[in-house]
T-cell receptor, first 113, second 117 residues
Framework: KNQVEQSPQSLIILEGKNCTLQ??????????LRWYKQDTGRGPVSLTI?????NTKSNGRYTATLDADTKQSSLHITASQLSDSASYIC????????????FGAGTRLAVHP | ETGVTQTPRHLVMGMTNKKSLKCEQH?????MYWYKQSAKKPLELMFV???????ENNSVPSRFSPECPNSSHLFLHLHTLQPEDSALYLC????????????????FGQGTRLTVV
């Protein structure tokens, strides 16, 4: 069964600190892995997309890693800001004619001053 | 703004009402999607339209009826819903994944928060 699992479910950090979110997946046939940021009550916004041949990709203070052998990914947030408070969703894309996406349940991050 | 617009943003409806959700994209995409997001659950794919044809229906009850009149517009018609249908309904669009293209971005609308009373 195609599945994406994220940990932790929720996380509280202080402003300025770094944090790392984890994602494990069992999805086939794998095409790509994405991280989305979703603010409360709004739609997800893409942060990074990686194929199996890429093992790291950055977008500002966000750095995603991918280990296709162990089927694990992480999202590292550097020097957190209050605006980073959101849900971070790991999504695996399947090969196919349209975007077949398998979503994780997300990690709820709260950044406190 | 992501280029995908959903209306209304919030909707409260009774179980006997009929209402419609609207999605519009100005990105030139040829695939559109409806997702349901319930509290603390992963997004669930409901319907997919590719080149204006429905290509996937993930066992969604018939009280949800999608319509895609053209490549820029997508509707979700609702009738006789249940309280458990209360959720955030998200529309997304993307290009089709054609030969040689493996990373095709999906853009989401802001969602419609639906409450069934």
């Amino acid at each position: 069964k195609n599945q994406v699992e994220q940990s932790p479910q929720s996380l509280i950090i202080l402003e300025g600190k770094n944090c790392t979110l984890q994602c494990n997946y069992t999805v086939s046939p794998f095409s790509n892995l994405r991280w989305y940021k979703q603010d409360t009550g709004r739609g997800p916004v893409s942060l990074t997309i990686m194929t199996f041949s890429e093992n790291t990709k950055s977008n500002g203070r966000y750095t995603a890693t991918l280990d296709a052998d162990t089927k694990q990914s992480s999202l590292h947030i550097t020097a957190s800001q209050l605006s980073d408070s959101a849900s971070y969703i790991c999504v695996v894309g399947l090969s196919g004619g349209y975007n077949k996406l398998i979503f994780g349940a997300g990690t709820r991050l709260a950044v406190h001053p | 703004e992501t280029g995908v617009t959903q209306t209304p943003r919030h909707l409260v409806m009774g179980m006997t009402n009929k209402k419609s959700l609207k999605c519009e994209q100005h990105l030139g995409h040829n695939a559109m999607y409806w997702y349901k997001q319930s509290a603390k659950k992963p997004l669930e794919l409901m319907f997919v339209y590719s080149l204006e044809e429905r290509v996937e229906n993930n066992s969604v009850p018939s009280r949800f009826s999608p319509e895609c009149p053209n490549s820029s517009h997508l509707f979700l018609h609702l009738h006789t819903l249940q309280p458990e249908d209360s959720a955030l309904y998200l529309c997304a669009s993307s290009h089709l994944i054609l030969r040689g293209r493996v990373n095709t971005e999906a853009f989401f609308g802001q969602g419609t928060r639906l409450t069934v009373v």
